[in-house]
């Protein structure tokens, strides 16, 4: 099994920055490829961004390129993310997939974590 955690979401103004980390334990030698997906309240979960598991792919969601940057140290992911408005408040998850090609799609992500709730205030 495979467990993420995600951490750094709290409570920050527009136009701030936040920087979310995860964290992945268990067999991780299975992970490669990995994402961040968020959900709003009363909104689909939706697409944030994607890294191969070489690091050297990476595909962001229109609304947050330019202002998101994805990355990866092994086992570990972030998302650095400035310029922060109000419709990015969320809960943001960390996913990962049994395959070394990035993935846009939450389906075909095989471990997903807990969240971290980000609020932005106007």
């Known amino acids: 099994q495979v467990q993420l955690v995600e951490s750094g979401g709290g409570l920050v103004q527009a136009g701030g920055s936040l920087r979310l980390s995860c964290a992945a334990a268990?067999?991780?030698?299975?992970?490669?490829?990995m994402g961040w997906f968020r959900q709003a309240p009363g909104k689909e979960r939706e697409f944030v961004a994607t890294?191969?598991?070489?690091?050297?792919i990476t595909s962001l969601s229109d609304p947050v390129k330019g202002r998101f940057t994805i990355s990866r140290d092994n086992a570990k992911m972030y998302v650095q993310m400035n310029s922060l408005k109000p419709e990015d408040t969320a809960v943001y998850y960390c996913?990962?997939?049994?395959?070394?090609?990035?993935?846009?799609?939450?389906?075909?992500?095989?471990?997903w974590g807990q969240g971290t709730q980000v609020t932005v205030s106007s």
């Open positions: 890294i191969s598991g070489s690091g050297s």
């Open positions: 268990g067999r991780t030698f299975v992970i490669y490829a």
């Open positions: 996913a990962a997939r049994a395959s070394r090609i990035a993935s846009r799609l939450g389906r075909e992500y095989d471990y």
